[in-house]
């Protein structure tokens, strides 16, 4: 089975180089470093933690247990590693000097080798779900403690991975310690071969997380600017393939009983941004780009479209109602913890595999709601902007949530702790 993943790797590569280097044409974040896709780069300093997190959500995710790290261990080398450009942009706007940012490796034995020989880990991090069995075999080959935090599966990769029987059994075994995020993930990973001695629950890492400073004033400011005595939702890290039309519909109708509110539409990839705005100009709604800075227009217009990086957050304070993307179309949703930590009611699709255990503790909380369409999003949406009150209850709900949930963290740093503190 080995052979036959080795064989896939490498046959792939040629396709997902040709694929990121087609995305550098509208986003050229993909094109720089690009040598460190394959295991080139400067060499960092040795023995530190390197940690890895996939792309943005998993970033922020990430980010308490870096300043935790940072805190206490002020000498130690710390390497975020990441897959996408706008994963690497945050990194290096969160940590900024803290921490090394680079791009992990394709799961290429050359390139993995590599990696390994110019960051020389004392021990690996692996923030959520990223099984690549080579990465893991080099964790082993080199005595690397390997350490999966906040992992979780969902049942449709269970599925997938069990297809290919022993070399995802053979994975897992080189993890020393999978803190997963709730006993649904555990049985999961103790299914698929990993050692039920070294699998422990410790919750979810992203409950842990603070709000940057000022945030809220930031919020109050944009609501100022751009929805001046008017209703303001918020719909962050949409998707293509239907979910961006059933939200232009559903403002559609929140505009028949709230003729003054605005929508800020914030497409999930930036090289999405202009097609958006393509959507938006077809769809003959009226609408402002923030990139353009158009305040007074947006004052009158019925969509703001959000193309800037890194303010997502802010607008979610602004907003009345939050709805998250990534929800109405099967890609399994996006992060609920930032509107519900700012106090914003919550509304999502029915696709939330990629935080289920979030999504079912908010729901049960009052703190989220699922809607599936457009005409169900744009009711909730009207009701709940025409009941400040209800707005108020379920926001609190949400901030309660996250609140008691807190402590992963902790538990983390109890596994992690003792393997770097061996000799």
Known sequence: MRFVYLLAVYLAAPVICAVFLWRGLRDRGYWRN?????????????HGVWIHAVS???VQACAPLVGVLRQRYPELPLTVTTVTPTGAARARALFGGAAQVRYVPFDLPGAVRRFFARVQPRLAVIVETELWP???RECAR???PLVLASARLSARSVGRYRRLGALFRDTLSQAAVVAAQGAVDAERFHALGADPASTHVTGNLKFDFQLPPRT???GARLREQYAHARALWVAGSTHGGGEEQALLEAQRRVRALHPEALLVLAPRHPQRFA???ALLHQAGASFVRRSQGAAAAAQTCEVLLLDSLGELLDFYAAA???FVGGSLVPIGGHNLLE???????ILTGPYNSNSEEIARLLIAGGAAEIVRDAATLGARVSALLANPEARVRIGAQGRASVDSNRGALGKLLGLIEPLLNEP
Request: hydrophobic share 45%.
């Open 275 to 277: 097609e958006v705005a």
């Open 339 to 345: 509107p519900a930590a700012l106090g914003v009611p």
């Open 320 to 322: 009345d109602v939050a």
């Open 56 to 58: 943005v959500g998993e």
């Open 142 to 144: 080199r005595r690397v």
């Open 216 to 218: 809220v004033e930031r």
């Open 34 to 46: 690009f040598r460190q896709r394959f295991g080139f780069g400067a060499r960092t300093v040795p």
């Open 134 to 136: 080579n990465l893991y």
